[in-house]
Nanobody, 119 residues
Framework: QVQLVESGGGLVQGGGSLRLSCVAS????????MGWYRQAPGKQREMVAT???????NYADSVKGRFTISRDRAKSTVFLDMGSLNAEDTAVYFC?????????????WGQGTQVTVSS
């Protein structure tokens, strides 16, 4: 089993920045990739960014150039640096981990952290 714990969410003004962190614990040897997804009210969950153990990254078009995903393998932690935030980025952000993205319900998920961007 793998446990994922997110932190770093909160309220930020439009145009501001925020950093999310996700720490993995448990059977982390089974994890090849980690990532961030988000779900806004009334919308489906969507991929934000993913990163593999080799460092390959993938981003949603809506966040390219504004968000950066990174990983500290020694600390089993993945980060999401978010910049130029706007109201459309308001959502619950979930950390996910597994063998290969896209992640499904069969993979590991955190409880989520709320990000609210005020206009």
């Amino acid at each position: 089993q793998v446990q994922l714990v997110e932190s770093g969410g909160g309220l930020v003004q439009g145009g501001g920045s925020l950093r999310l962190s996700c720490v993995a614990s448990g059977s982390i040897f089974s994890l090849n990739a980690m990532g961030w997804y988000r779900q806004a009210p009334g919308k489906q969950r969507e991929m934000v960014a993913t990163i593999t153990s080799a460092g390959a990254t993938n981003y949603a078009d809506s966040v390219k150039g504004r968000f950066t995903i990174s990983r500290d393998r020694a600390k089993s932690t993945v980060f999401l640096d978010m910049g130029s935030l706007n109201a459309e980025d308001t959502a619950v952000y979930f950390c996910a981990a597994g063998w290969s993205p896209p992640f499904t319900e069969a993979d590991y998920w955190g409880q989520g952290t709320q990000v609210t961007v005020s206009s």
